[in-house]
């Protein structure tokens, strides 16, 4: 059997959930696998030596990360851990079950069940009963968070996916032959491999490995013939190319670079035209664009965003006919799916605009008439008609697709299934003595994200444990709760906290925002028509921000929305407070000193002479610290004084790179994103569909 009473509660071992008066939690696997292991030593107290063993695996795990662990499962039955009626924490031998604990016989499992699934229906609201009959008609995706044993088949009324590239490590950039015949993709081992080409021949099942060395190899396109593929060659901190592969002589000859592109990119995808001439791919100058590049000529010509605005695209897919671009761009935080037609490179078109995670997922139909892309702010597949502009959807409940191929003939596509990365989040210790220890400060089976610190021992960050990004709170002790209960899958960044630690000032959709810890309240801050991004606080609790508008300025909030901001520094993309003065960035890459006192300006570090990057580096009284990221080598934690000695490294990024990080001025450590990889698989996806509306 698989239900135990815990106290007040019903546990769920199979389902992974905790239910109570009609609530049910849905816990993590290894917060699950911990209740279990704690139940069947019930009234004994559970080492974490024999937590490691019997929970994890024998996997390393550090002692914070079971803590974490812990403090999840006594939030979620609502202990207290100075008072604790469920589990008391024993110093230095373990954890103790206090609750009483009752296995349920088989006839009350049953009663319970049916008990359970006639409050589900008796509980349905109108707006319930309409959401149940979409789901029925679109489908719910139901995925395996353990993905055990890779071959399983996920479906339901219309949506189905199957597995067909298990192999363990990562994939990405998966693209179908324009005769289905056969997928190309990129594939890595775990923790820093490079990324090569692979080819899998669907009449046969072979895989073939089609490049190698000392480089990653993205974004690749087949060729109307079937013969060539296209793809971009990064080689770290040296060069990148779009380079030429002929699939009919692979034993005989080695891919050739075609064009150069911006050896900054951290990734660029290509697509073919069937002209058999134009290539086009993502390339960087100043901001990424969308560029064409006709073999023939050698021109090379901008495509996307003709009024140059403050935005950047990193996403292209060329339609089958060869008429129409879809790109997905990033505007002050928020994603937008833009429509081109090639014949007027005027004409821009956003069709879809969302303030979740970034996209990586464009996919046309057969004869073009049609876009599908994944939306993660609600999880859901969109389909975009052109003809007439109707727009249907497919509800997922996981968020772990990306990549979409273009549709075959017979409608189906190919797609990378899981997260590449899982993020927690560490400390990196400034003092010279101790060797600047990196130690894991939060860490979860999620993504946990964009800390910063309120005062000596609470730290607030960003987590997707729940299904989606919510602030989270981390306490004295290590206790950690979520703190927000957003219904919207946002991205949230740019995180910053005024002097007295009860506010949190951010960026999403666009816009800035207030979150207050105590209340949980949010409110928007700046219209996005503003175009607000980098808050910043004085000494004095005054909140400063960068406005793009015609150029770039640091300038002052006022909280009358019709008095003018107060405009201190032009040129400005970045900017931070020291002391009383501000340290900013420039365009150009250089950080000067603006003294408040008597609006002077000094360089502090020109670009020219550090590799550090834009708006990436916090300031100090001596230096900034910054991050080596991207298509670099020796990436990690950087300091790099103003006398412009060269950079010291403080923190390794290898194999991994690291992501944001916030300098923690109570406690003088920097606090950081650290990644992990996670293996992915290549999946068939078959799609279901519901209406949202005639036009958005």
Same mark, same amino acid.
């Given at each position: 059997?698989?239900?135990?009473?815990?106290?007040?509660?019903?546990?769920?071992?199979?389902?992974?959930?905790?239910?109570?008066?009609?609530?049910?939690?849905?816990?993590?696997?290894?917060?699950?696998?911990?209740?279990?292991?704690?139940?069947?030593?019930?009234?004994?107290?559970?080492?974490?030596?024999?937590?490691?063993?019997?929970?994890?695996?024998?996997?390393?795990?550090?002692?914070?990360?079971?803590?974490?662990?812990?403090?999840?499962?006594?939030?979620?039955?609502?202990?207290?851990?100075?008072?604790?009626?469920?589990?008391?924490?024993?110093?230095?031998?373990?954890?103790?079950?206090?609750?009483?604990?009752?296995?349920?016989?088989?006839?009350?499992?049953?009663?319970?069940?049916?008990?359970?699934?006639?409050?589900?229906?008796?509980?349905?609201?109108?707006?319930?009963?309409?959401?149940?009959?979409?789901?029925?008609?679109?489908?719910?995706?139901?995925?395996?968070?353990?993905?055990?044993?890779?071959?399983?088949?996920?479906?339901?009324?219309?949506?189905?996916?199957?597995?067909?590239?298990?192999?363990?490590?990562?994939?990405?950039?998966?693209?179908?032959?324009?005769?289905?015949?056969?997928?190309?993709?990129?594939?890595?081992?775990?923790?820093?491999?490079?990324?090569?080409?692979?080819?899998?021949?669907?009449?046969?099942?072979?895989?073939?490995?089609?490049?190698?060395?000392?480089?990653?190899?993205?974004?690749?396109?087949?060729?109307?013939?079937?013969?060539?593929?296209?793809?971009?060659?990064?080689?770290?901190?040296?060069?990148?190319?779009?380079?030429?592969?002929?699939?009919?002589?692979?034993?005989?000859?080695?891919?050739?670079?075609?064009?150069?592109?911006?050896?900054?990119?951290?990734?660029?995808?290509?697509?073919?035209?069937?002209?058999?001439?134009?290539?086009?791919?993502?390339?960087?100058?100043?901001?990424?664009?969308?560029?064409?590049?006709?073999?023939?000529?050698?021109?090379?010509?901008?495509?996307?965003?003709?009024?140059?605005?403050?935005?950047?695209?990193?996403?292209?897919?060329?339609?089958?006919?060869?008429?129409?671009?879809?790109?997905?761009?990033?505007?002050?935080?928020?994603?937008?799916?833009?429509?081109?037609?090639?014949?007027?490179?005027?004409?821009?078109?956003?069709?879809?605009?969302?303030?979740?995670?970034?996209?990586?997922?464009?996919?046309?139909?057969?004869?073009?008439?049609?876009?599908?892309?994944?939306?993660?702010?609600?999880?859901?597949?969109?389909?975009?008609?052109?003809?007439?502009?109707?727009?249907?959807?497919?509800?997922?409940?996981?968020?772990?697709?990306?990549?979409?191929?273009?549709?075959?003939?017979?409608?189906?596509?190919?797609?990378?299934?899981?997260?590449?990365?899982?993020?927690?989040?560490?400390?990196?210790?400034?003092?010279?003595?101790?060797?600047?220890?990196?130690?894991?400060?939060?860490?979860?089976?999620?993504?946990?994200?964009?800390?910063?610190?309120?005062?000596?021992?609470?730290?607030?960050?960003?987590?997707?444990?729940?299904?989606?990004?919510?602030?989270?709170?981390?306490?004295?002790?290590?206790?950690?709760?979520?703190?927000?209960?957003?219904?919207?899958?946002?991205?949230?960044?740019?995180?910053?906290?005024?002097?007295?630690?009860?506010?949190?000032?951010?960026?999403?959709?666009?816009?800035?925002?207030?979150?207050?810890?105590?209340? +949980?309240?949010?409110?928007? #801050?700046? !219209?996005?028509? @503003?175009? /607000?991004? $980098?808050? =910043?606080?004085? %000494?004095?609790?005054?909140?400063?921000?960068?406005?793009?508008?015609?150029?770039?300025?640091?300038?002052?909030?006022?909280?009358?929305?019709? +008095?003018?901001?107060?405009? #201190?520094? !032009?040129?400005? @993309?970045? /900017?931070? $407070?020291? =002391?009383?003065? %501000?340290?900013?960035?420039?365009?150009?890459?250089?950080?000067?000193?603006?003294?408040?006192?008597?609006?002077?300006?000094?360089?502090?570090?020109?670009?020219?002479?550090?590799?550090?990057?834009?708006?990436?580096?916090?300031?100090?009284?001596?230096?900034?610290?910054?991050?080596?990221?991207?298509?670099?080598?020796?990436?990690?934690?950087?300091?790099?004084?103003?006398?412009?000695?060269?950079?010291?490294?403080?923190?390794?990024?290898?194999?991994?790179?690291?992501?944001?990080?916030?300098?923690?001025?109570?406690?003088?450590?920097?606090?950081?994103?650290?990644?992990?990889?996670?293996?992915?698989?290549?999946?068939?996806?078959?799609?279901?569909?519901?209406?949202?509306?005639?036009?958005?």
């Amino acid at each position: 059997m698989h239900f135990f009473q815990v106290g007040d509660w019903i546990f769920d071992s199979k389902a992974q959930q905790l239910i109570k008066d009609g609530k049910t939690i849905q816990l993590e696997p290894i917060t699950s696998d911990l209740l279990l292991c704690l139940i069947s030593h019930q009234a004994h107290i559970v080492s974490k030596d024999n937590l490691i063993t019997r929970v994890w695996k024998n996997r390393v795990v550090s002692d914070s990360a079971i803590t974490r662990v812990i403090s999840m499962l006594r939030k979620h039955l609502g202990d207290n851990p100075v008072k604790p009626i469920y589990i008391r924490t024993v110093q230095k031998q373990g954890y103790l079950l206090l609750a009483t604990v009752r296995e349920l016989s088989e006839q009350e499992s049953r009663q319970y069940q049916h008990k359970q699934t006639n409050g589900l229906f008796n509980s349905l609201t109108i707006q319930n009963t309409i959401i149940a009959v979409l789901l029925s008609i679109t489908g719910l995706l139901l995925f395996n968070n353990s993905m055990k044993g890779q071959q399983l088949e996920l479906s339901s009324n219309h949506i189905t996916i199957k597995p067909i590239i298990t192999e363990k490590g990562q994939e990405a950039f998966v693209e179908v032959a324009p005769n289905d015949s056969f997928i190309i993709f990129s594939h890595t081992e775990m923790n820093g491999g490079f990324y090569h080409l692979y080819r899998k021949n669907f009449s046969s099942g072979e895989v073939i490995q089609l490049t190698s060395g000392e480089h990653n190899d993205y974004g690749a396109t087949i060729d109307a013939t079937n013969q060539k593929v296209y793809f971009a060659r990064l080689v770290p901190s040296k060069s990148c190319h779009i380079m030429e592969l002929d699939l009919t002589l692979l034993e005989n000859t080695e891919p050739l670079p075609i064009v150069e592109c911006s050896k900054s990119l951290g990734f660029s995808n290509v697509s073919a035209h069937p002209n058999m001439d134009d290539i086009f791919y993502i390339d960087l100058s100043n901001r990424q664009y969308v560029y064409r590049y006709n073999k023939e000529t050698k021109e090379k010509i901008r495509v996307s965003n003709p009024k140059t605005s403050n935005v950047s695209d990193y996403y292209q897919k060329l339609s089958p006919d060869g008429e129409k671009l879809a790109f997905i761009r990033a505007d002050n935080g928020a994603n937008q799916v833009v429509l081109k037609r090639l014949d007027d490179l005027d004409f821009e078109k956003v069709i879809w605009s969302s303030n979740g995670p970034y996209l990586h997922s464009i996919s046309w139909s057969k004869d073009s008439s049609e876009i599908i892309f994944l939306e993660k702010r609600f999880n859901q597949f969109i389909y975009y008609n052109l003809e007439n502009d109707d727009v249907t959807y497919s509800i997922l409940n996981d968020n772990r697709l990306n990549g979409l191929t273009n549709q075959r003939g017979d409608g189906e596509v190919y797609a990378v299934l899981g997260n590449q990365t899982q993020y927690d989040i560490s400390s990196i210790s400034l003092t010279p003595d101790i060797d600047h220890q990196q130690k894991l400060l939060v860490a979860s089976t999620a993504n946990d994200k964009n800390a910063v610190q309120l005062n000596k021992t609470s730290t607030v960050y960003v987590s997707d444990r729940s299904g989606m990004f919510q602030f989270w709170l981390r306490e004295h002790g290590g206790v950690e709760r979520q703190i927000s209960e957003f219904t919207e899958h946002r991205a949230y960044f740019n995180l910053v906290t005024g002097p007295s630690g009860e506010v949190v000032v951010g960026q999403t959709d666009g816009r800035l925002f207030q979150f207050t810890i105590a209340t +949980a309240e949010f409110k928007w #801050l700046t !219209d996005k028509n @503003i175009r /607000a991004s $980098f808050p =910043v606080f004085d %000494i004095d609790g005054k909140l400063f921000y960068i406005v793009k508008d015609k150029g770039s300025f640091f300038v002052e909030h006022s909280s009358n929305s019709k +008095a003018k901001n107060n405009r #201190l520094i !032009d040129g400005a @993309i970045y /900017a931070e $407070f020291l =002391v009383d003065n %501000i340290v900013y960035q420039d365009e150009s890459g250089s950080i000067y000193l603006y003294n408040r006192s008597d609006a002077t300006t000094k360089l502090l570090l020109n670009k020219s002479s550090s590799p550090f990057q834009l708006r990436n580096w916090v300031s100090a009284s001596e230096g900034v610290y910054f991050t080596k990221i991207g298509n670099n080598t020796n990436r990690g934690l950087y300091f790099q004084d103003y006398n412009q000695s060269p950079p010291v490294l403080i923190g390794s990024g290898e194999p991994n790179p690291f992501g944001s990080f916030s300098y923690d001025r109570f406690n003088q450590p920097i606090l950081i994103e650290t990644e992990e990889d996670i293996n992915t698989n290549i999946v068939k996806v078959n799609f279901g569909r519901a209406k949202i509306s005639d036009k958005l």
